[in-house]
């Protein structure tokens, strides 16, 4: 089994930028896919960007061109840069991991704010 542990999380301005980092731990030889998935308020848990442990990233329409998201396997991390923040991101972001071809392993979530 996968653990998952995020941080980074936090308040900043529009228009500002955070960083969060996600260590995964466990039995993480089968992980491959890893990524990133935000809750906003009133809305479902929706992916926001993934990473396979070749690099090849996927972001969906909304943070292309804003969001960053990277991964150290030797370190076991997966990390997304979120630049030029809207009070949209706001929301509680998760780090997740496909086992088995599923979204299985999942953190707790670190809560990001946006706003003046």
Not at 5 to 22: A, D, K
Request: aromatic share 8%; glycine share 12%; hydrophobic share 35%.
């Amino acid at each position: 089994q996968v653990q998952l542990v995020e941080s980074g999380g936090g308040w900043v301005q529009p228009g500002g930028s955070l960083r969060l980092s996600c260590t995964a731990s466990g039995n993480i030889d089968s992980l491959n896919t890893m990524g990133w998935h935000r809750q906003i308020p009133g809305k479902q848990r929706a992916l926001v960007a993934r990473i396979t442990s070749d690099g090849d990233a996927f972001y969906v329409h909304d943070v292309q061109g804003r969001f960053t998201i990277s991964r150290d396997n030797a370190k076991n991390m997966v990390f997304l840069q979120m630049n030029l923040l809207e009070p949209e991101d706001t929301g509680v972001y998760y780090c997740a991991a496909v086992e088995r071809g599923i979204w299985s392993a999942w953190g707790a979530g670190t809560q990001v704010t946006v706003s003046s």
